[in-house]
């Protein structure tokens, strides 16, 4: 589904992704960990197309697509959600609102209908009672005065209504207490543990992945990966520390 | 009788950056009053999207204890001044928001004064502009509190929005005060669209254009919350912001 070869990637001129290699496929779950400064949110962020963040070297296909040949909105149409760790405050604009909105202009592309407001209310609904989140707080501008946790449950819902096919989700664990980690990690299995779809984790703690269990964890250091592993590799993470694993 | 009529120049602060070839033939604007009674409640919505040039003053008095609420909506396609003088009596309320719209090199203000000349008056003002090309787009405000208005309570909030760098922006919220134990408050900013949130935006599927709209959207409704005609003067704006981006 998604394969990364020696991605190298600037931000304000400074190298940080070295030659980053990664490949997932679909019905898998892929974790990232490593230390402060070594690339995780830029990986996120490079994929995403965020402006600032620029490809200097590699190639990344998603799903048979140039992935990097594509806008931002494009990689959101051809079901890449990234996950924000810092998600963003929209001052006036109603989650509901953006949602439907940002739905139907995937949907465009796609050359579907947009959905009807009482579909779309439904969907939202669905996917908000997955997450426990106040249907009310949907109608409240996007991520305006949402605690930390909450910003993380409302991105799940986003991922809910606009059901990608690969998730990245930057530290969607950080800001979480131990029942809203909980919470959002069940909204992630049951969104995205399926055949055709794909998760890559990225994490700085073993905690998510008690209830989001990877096939895969990689180490991601000085911009690129240096150790892969099954599940066990967070577990030896978390008890020796990066430096000793990844040395 | 002639200086009254006669064109005002640059050096007449309430014309610094008003497009005078525009106003000239529009000289002398014809003065439209209001009065609202004591306990009195009056609104007035006002669009200005014409093709022409156009300039209006507004002279609005409220008696004790009366309310207005005044919506503006400047979105011309040429030079479109709105200059209002509001004077208020003990009590009164004044609600006034507006949003500018413009691009090319149009020229919009909107020039208001608010008096209040007794005690414990309210006004409250909110306008927006957003400015593309090489628009230029001003506000600017006086709220003078006579001696002896205490219980003022004044507030401006002026916010304008640079579609591109070539636009300008001039505001100029301004207090006079000669009262004591007045509450007066201005915030002023003009900036551009959050280059993130409209990233995060862009992030969930919303094409670029889609996304700028629907920030713009929430920035312009701002002027026009609880006001009766919210909505449809929200869509003109709307209409008129397509022609922007």
Redesign the interface.
Known sequence: MLKIDNLQATVADKPILKGLSLQINAGEIHAIMGPNGAGKSTLGYTLGGRPGYEVTGGSVDFDRQDLLALEPYERAAAGLFLGFQYPVEIPGVSNLQFLREALNAQRKVHGEEPLSGAAFIKLAKEQAGLLRFDMDMLKRPVNVGFSGGEKKRAEMVQMGILAPKLAILDETDSGLDIDALRIVGEGINAIMRKPDKAVLLITHYQRLLDYVQPDFVHVLAGGRIVKSGGPELALQLESEGYEAVAA | MSAALALPTRKDEAFRYADLAALAPLWPVAVQEIRVAAGETGALAITANADAAEAREIVITLDEGASFDLRVLNAGHGYGRIAVTAVLGKGASFHFGAAQLGGGDQTLEIVTEVRHMAPDAVSRQVVRSVLGGHATGTYLGRVHVARGAIGTDGEQSIRAMLLERTATANARPELEIYADDVKCAHGCAVGEL????L??????????G??KK??L???I??AFVGAPEAEGLTETALAALEGLL
């Open positions: 959050d280059p993130m949130g990233f995060y935006l862009q992030s969930r599927g919303l094409p670029p889609e996304a629907l920030m959207h929430a920035f409704a701002e």
